[in-house]
């Protein structure tokens, strides 16, 4: 089977914290909690990753969509991990290693270095390069996006203390997400869409 940066055809650059779960609460996680399943149970039992059954629901029908997160906990734990955090989705989820990106970078541009790492094997495969018109960013904080209008341009907002679980955001990311496939299909529509924040 061909890697999943060669299979997707758009990406959802995901954050954890105001998106997953609130972002008011700290986490309190011992030094030795990296472990897969034990790390799952300590998260669950702080109200962590509440609302990915919403955001498994969302991609069920959407399997072009791959996931990229972009979160800051990707300075914590590795990639790997973060996959497994997400569940039922972590076969959706694009693991760059560590020589092809920046796992400290600012968002942005790990998000960048990322879209190259993947279309560095969609070229090897002689598929077209993947741009940020094909990626949707959801994130509950504008001002780690505010260097890089384009990468802004993408993204969805959420309310921090609401996440997933508005109705609202939930639809506006299903529409996003919709719309960079439509334009990926038609290759004679090089219209992009307009993310609009939602609460």
């Known amino acids: ?5 060669s299979r997707c055809s758009s990406v959802l650059c995901l954050d954890f ?8 609460d700290a986490i309190h996680l011992p030094p030795s909690s990296s ?13 962590r990753l509440v609302w990915l059954d919403l955001l498994t629901e969302l991609l069920e029908d959407r399997q072009d969509v791959a996931v990229l997160v972009h979160s800051t906990w990707r300075r914590r734990f590795d990639q790997s991990t973060l996959a497994h955090l997400l ?14 990106v920046d796992l400290l970078a600012p968002a942005p ?5 990322s879209l ?22 959801l994130d509950d904080r504008p001002e780690f996006f505010a260097d890089d209008a384009e990468v802004a341009s993408r993204l969805l907002l ?3 203390e609401v996440g997933l679980s508005s109705t609202a955001v939930r639809r506006a990311l299903g529409a996003a997400l919709d719309a960079t496939w439509s334009a990926v299909a038609d290759a004679s529509d090089e219209s992009s869409f307009s ?3 939602g609460r």
Request: net charge negative.
């Open 1 to 5: 089977m061909p890697p999943l940066q």
């Open 17 to 24: 914290d105001g998106v997953l779960h609130r972002a008011s």
């Open 35 to 47: 472990n897969g399943p034990l790390l799952l149970v300590q998260l669950k039992a702080q109200k």
């Open 87 to 100: 569940g039922p989705l972590h076969d959706r989820v694009l693991q760059p290693p560590g020589f092809a």
């Open 109 to 113: 541009a790990f998000i960048r270095q």
């Open 116 to 137: 190259e790492w993947m279309n560095d094997a969609r070229r090897e495969a002689h598929l077209t390069d993947l741009t940020l018109s094909e990626c949707v960013v």
């Open 158 to 160: 959420t309310d921090p």
């Open 195 to 197: 993310v609009q924040p």
